[in-house]
C-alpha cells in the first residue's frame, strides 16, 4: 500500500462518486467529460488499488480499472454519444448526490469493509 492513497482516498472517492452520479444525466459535466461513470471508475478503483496492499485488493480494484480504461478506449472510439442539451440543476443533483452518497459510505466504511476510512466511521 502507498501511505499517500490512504491519505487521498476521502478526497478522491468523493469525486469519482460525483462522476459517476453525473453519467446518466444532461449535465455540464457530462458534456465536458462525455464518459464520466468511466473516469470515476478509474479513480476510485486506482486510488483504491493503491491504498490496499492485499492481492485480494489488487486483484479486485485492478479488474475495475483495466475494464473502465479498456471501456473508456472503446467508447472513445464508438464516436460521440446521442447530443443533449445540458442544465445546471443537473449539475447541482450529481454534486449533492455524490457527496451524499461518498458520506454515507465513508460513514458505515468500517461496518461494511472493516476498514475505517474517516475517524467518524462507523
Known sequence: PIAGARMLAPIVVPIALILIAAANMP???RA????????GILLWSGVHFLAN???RASVLFGAFFVWAAIDLVSAFNRGPARAFV???KYDAMSVGGGLLVAL????L??????VPVVPFSI
Open 27 to 29: 449535465s455540464r459535466i
Open 32 to 39: 465536458v467529460l462525455r464518459h464520466p461513470m468511466l473516469l
Open 53 to 55: 496492499g492485499s492481492l
Open 86 to 88: 445540458p442544465q445546471a
Open 104 to 107: 454515507v459510505f465513508m460513514t
Open 109 to 114: 466504511h468500517r461496518l461494511l469493509f472493516g
